[in-house]
């Protein structure tokens, strides 16, 4: 019992460190203020760039059983990324319709590994909810995605 506590504090503490010891170089982080300047051409390339830097499954194929799992660099770069398109079509209305078609679309995109597909439908999904949108028909996404999105969005 004992060494299964210290084994779970250690893995606990590793993985803090993971997540805090390192840092993200994608994308340019923008504050409020900036978010509410961005051009029409500028956000055309943050979702370009947030669109090549998601992890495709055929990049990164499911774990083996017993395998430690690994966030890799380029994977929090991307998780910045949506996080960064979320919170500009929160501030500038004007790349609301944009921004939301890129979540929607990463989130129905079966090419991308589930996780950031999860993360994108759980984007689109809170912005609809927190703005009294309706409802989104989740029948229209694959499966595993509305099951992973859903730990946080029901």
Request: net charge positive.
């Given at each position: ?7 779970i ?14 840092y ?23 979702l ?5 830097a ?10 083996k ?14 998780g ?23 979540l929607?679309?990463c ?6 590994r589930?996780e950031?597909?999860a ?6 999904s ?8 309706g409802k ?8 595993e ?7 946080i969005?029901?």
């Amino acid at each position: 019992m004992f060494n299964c506590m210290i084994k779970i504090i250690f893995a606990y503490i590793f993985f803090i460190f993971q997540c805090f010891g390192n840092y993200v170089e994608f994308p340019k982080l923008y504050t409020r203020a900036e978010m509410k300047l961005i051009s029409k051409n500028e956000f055309k390339q943050i979702l370009t760039e947030a669109s090549n830097a998601l992890p495709l499954k055929k990049n990164f194929p499911p774990q083996k059983p017993g395998e430690v799992a690994t966030i890799r660099h380029e994977w929090k770069d991307a998780g910045a990324a949506l996080h960064e398109i979320a919170q500009i079509i929160k501030v500038n209305q004007h790349h609301t319709t944009s921004g939301l078609k890129f979540l929607r679309n990463c989130a129905k995109n079966r090419r991308i590994r589930t996780e950031f597909a999860a993360i994108c439908l759980t984007h689109y999904s809170v912005f609809y909810k927190t703005h009294n949108k309706g409802k989104i028909n989740k029948r229209e996404f694959p499966q595993e995605v509305v099951n992973l999105s859903s730990f946080i969005t029901d």
